[in-house]
């Protein structure tokens, strides 16, 4: 079987993993853009488009 990032990296081995890890890349990116959101309302955003 061939080896992906996705059955490799222990950043995705459960959804609540890999939604942590894209909330706090997102809101490092935010950040660096000067946003002012918050993890929290990315957390939200990122329940509503997964459900």
Do not use: D, P, Q, R
Not at 8 to 20: D, I, L, M, R, V
Request: hydrophobic share 30%; aromatic share 4%; glycine share 2%.
């Amino acid at each position: 079987m061939k080896k992906t990032i996705a059955n490799t990296n222990k950043h995705f081995s459960s959804a609540s993993k890999k939604k942590n890890m894209i909330v706090n890349s997102v809101h490092s990116s935010a950040k660096v853009e000067g946003s002012k959101i918050t993890k929290k309302e990315l957390s939200e955003h990122y329940k509503l488009i997964h459900s």
